[in-house]
T-cell receptor, first 119, second 112 residues
Framework: GAVVSQHPSRVICKSGTSVKIECRSL??????MFWYRQFPKKSLMLMAT?????????EQGVEKDKFLINHASLTLSTLTVTSAHPEDSSFYIC???????????????FGQGTRLTVV | DQQVKQNSPSLSVQEGRISILNCDYT??????FLWYKKYPAEGPTFLIS?????DKNEDGRFTVFLNKSAKHLSLHIVPSQPGDSAVYFC???????????FGKGTKLTVNP
């Protein structure tokens, strides 16, 4: 089945540095990828929608200059957390969309998640 | 405005019993509803879905019921097993859209 791979699974960085998270669709082309953030004991919060070859669409309240999204190809989207601060520490998850019918079998369309810790 | 609501943040059941997880929604335009299971520090994994034109879908120990008039769906797990302990997210999607709308999740604990 379709697989979405997210890397790294865990990263610790110093405050003020930037961190890049990759999301790859391994056996299908994803015109659209989504980036979520999960706060402790909270739901998944959609941060932005990443469309191949165009600018990402950010949800209200998400700083586009802080969370840079690049969807350079149909199989890769990256999220870069710039000038990271401790409050950016969170669990980030990507999701790839392969076509409407595939939502009926939703398994494997989420990445494994990345635990970011900013110290 | 929260379009998908899971009003119970947690649920605890005994192994072998039935677990019932509830979800309410406000947008009558949703066409499909999905349940995801999530362990800590992992991405969500798909469990089961249901189309808005159906009222029940069953897959092994998991059954999802949809009551459109009440805008309510529920996930039944029978029998519950300790390995089912996780956070369960209800999600909905509108036909033609690509965005899943998630509830806040319910943490299920199945006690041996």
């Amino acid at each position: 089945g379709a697989v979405v791979s997210q890397h790294p699974s865990r990263v610790i960085c110093k405050s003020g540095t930037s961190v890049k998270i990759e999301c790859r669709s391994l056996d299908f082309q994803a015109t659209t990828m989504f980036w979520y953030r999960q706060f402790p004991k909270k739901s998944l919060m959609l941060m932005a929608t990443s469309n191949e070859g165009s600018k990402a669409t950010y949800e209200q309240g998400v700083e586009k200059d802080k969370f840079l999204i690049n969807h350079a190809s149909l199989t890769l989207s990256t999220l870069t957390v710039t000038s990271a601060h401790p409050e950016d520490s969170s669990f980030y998850i990507c999701s790839a969309f392969a076509g409407w019918d595939n939502w009926l079998v939703g398994e494997a369309f989420f990445g494994q998640g990345t635990r970011l810790t900013v110290v | 405005d929260q379009q998908v609501k899971q009003n119970s943040p947690s649920l605890s059941v005994q192994e072998g019993r039935i677990s019932i997880l509830n979800c309410d929604y406000t947008n009558s335009m949703f066409d499909y509803f999905l349940w995801y299971k999530k362990y800590p520090a992992e991405g969500p994994t798909f469990l089961i879905s249901i189309s808005s034109i159906k009222d029940k879908n069953e897959d092994g120990r998991f059954t999802v019921f949809l009551n459109k008039s009440a805008k309510h769906l529920s996930l039944h797990i029978v029998p519950s097993q300790p390995g089912d302990s996780a956070v369960y997210f209800c999600a909905a999607i509108q036909g033609g859209s690509e965005k899943l709308v998630f509830g806040k999740g319910t943490k299920l604990t199945v006690n041996p």
